[in-house]
């Protein structure tokens, strides 16, 4: 499995932003700004729903990608960069196994 390949299409769509290609739907996307590539990510976010709850594999990994991608402009767009990412799920991964103790309550008093 190679996970480089989320890595490479960051860099790409970076790229894009940067070094503007005519024809390109990532630039088309920066140049229509926060507010289009906001709603793409939320139709997509949509269609990965309606993927899931359709039971289609082949459908849902496809959508999957769509919003992965649309997400992966999102954060270009706002300057959040893969190691961020990565930093904060490596963050969240400390926490499992450390399950916050149940508040034991006296019902009583």
């Known amino acids: 499995m190679n996970l480089n390949v989320i890595e490479d299409l960051y860099n790409?769509?970076?790229?894009?932003?940067?070094?503007?290609?005519?024809?390109?739907?990532?630039?088309?996307?920066?140049?229509?700004?926060?507010?289009?590539?906001?709603?793409?990510?939320?139709?997509?976010?949509?269609?990965?729903?309606?993927?899931?709850?359709?039971?289609?594999?082949?459908?849902?990994?496809?959508?999957?990608?769509?919003?992965?991608y649309h997400l992966i402009v999102l954060m270009n767009q706002q300057n959040v960069s893969l190691e961020d990412v990565v930093a904060e799920l490596e963050k969240?991964?400390?926490k499992i196994g450390n399950l916050k103790q149940m508040k034991v309550v006296d019902k009583n008093t």
């Open 12 to 68: 790409v769509v970076a790229n894009r932003k940067i070094n503007p290609e005519e024809g390109s739907y990532t630039c088309y996307l920066f140049d229509k700004g926060l507010d289009k590539i906001l709603k793409k990510v939320g139709e997509e976010c949509s269609e990965t729903i309606i993927a899931a709850k359709n039971d289609d594999k082949g459908e849902l990994t496809y959508e999957i990608c769509d919003l992965l």
């Open 92 to 94: 969240r991964a400390e």
